[in-house]
């Protein structure tokens, strides 16, 4: 029998004792998403099979099957079983299934082998009902997230544009803050690593960001008016680039430019980690030195 490696040997390398455990309490779960348990080291969800709650083993690199044991009824055929072991014939039954529930999704009628998996479950020390194929994995659209331990059904990744959309909801209160001259709230919107490239310079980090700030423009608060035109968003995991057209009106001046910027989703929070932006012309500058000796001149 031929025996290839499978995805289920990479889950089972995920899962093992040497690697670091991360807390994940502060993150919540979204609506569609499963938590993966073990069974010792073994990758578990559990799924709901005609109003009972089941543990059925995840293996991307076999096809779905029933323990027999959790499965006795049905008739007996010649079925091909592949898993991370093989494929080879075997004497199984076919069961039917009214309903077969993960998460959000629901399948029903489903005709299933079983076989006795009684091995695995005393292997890992726990119930094994099942087991969650690549078949059923790919019809209700499951992608696994081991670092999160978490499988998602039927998730979609958002585009750039639905995701920037999400971000300037969660940030709208930075722009308030940012007009407003709530310094504290808007330090908070930065990253504590934020890169701010301006035509004055180079400011690097939350403290050296907020005191460009608060000199160049918080001090007119509340008379400060920001604008911003999107034009090219692009994603990057949990980042976002985007790049845009500004202005900014205060008592003492108009500031118009380009601007680019890059915000990244930390614990559910968005935050700007760089900017740079540019300006269209320089700005007037009254109260320069150079200026005033330029006006003396007549020029």
Not at 90 to 103: C, N, Q
Not at 207 to 222: G, I
Request: charged share 25%.
């Amino acid at each position: 029998m031929f025996v290839r490696p499978g995805v289920f040997a990479i889950l089972l390398a995920s899962f093992s004792p040497f690697s670091p455990a991360i807390p994940r309490a502060q993150e919540l779960p979204s609506s569609n998403e499963i938590p993966i348990e073990r069974c010792d080291l073994l990758p578990v969800v559990k799924v709901r099979i005609d109003g009972a709650d089941m543990r059925f083993l995840l293996d991307t690199g076999a096809t779905t099957m029933l323990n027999l044991k959790s499965f006795s009824s049905g008739r007996s055929q010649k079925i091909q079983v592949t898993s991370w072991s093989g494929t080879a014939a075997t004497s199984a039954r076919e069961v039917t299934l009214p309903e077969f529930t993960l998460g959000a999704h629901r399948l029903k009628d489903l005709k299933l082998p079983a076989i006795d998996l009684s091995p695995i479950g005393k292997a890992c020390g726990g119930q094994i009902d099942g087991i969650l194929g690549v078949d059923l994995l790919d019809k209700m659209g499951v992608t696994i997230d081991l670092k999160r331990q978490v499988a998602s059904a039927g998730a979609q990744t958002p585009d750039a544009k639905t995701l920037y959309d999400q971000m300037e909801l969660g940030m709208h209160h930075c722009m308030t803050a940012f007009e407003t001259g709530k310094v504290a709230e808007l330090q908070d919107c930065f990253d504590p690593e934020i890169v701010f490239y301006t035509p004055q310079g180079e400011f690097r980090g939350r403290k050296q960001v907020m005191e460009y700030l608060q000199e160049r423009c918080l001090k007119f608060a509340p008379d400060l008016h920001y604008k911003m035109n999107l034009h090219d968003v692009k994603m990057f995991g949990d980042a976002l680039w985007y790049s845009y057209d500004y202005s900014i009106d205060s008592p003492k001046e108009h500031i118009a430019g380009h601007g680019m910027s890059m915000c990244r989703r930390h614990n559910g929070h968005w935050l700007i980690l760089n900017l740079h932006n540019s300006f269209l012309e320089s700005p007037p500058q009254a109260d320069s030195p150079a200026r005033k000796n330029a006006d003396r001149r007549g020029g």
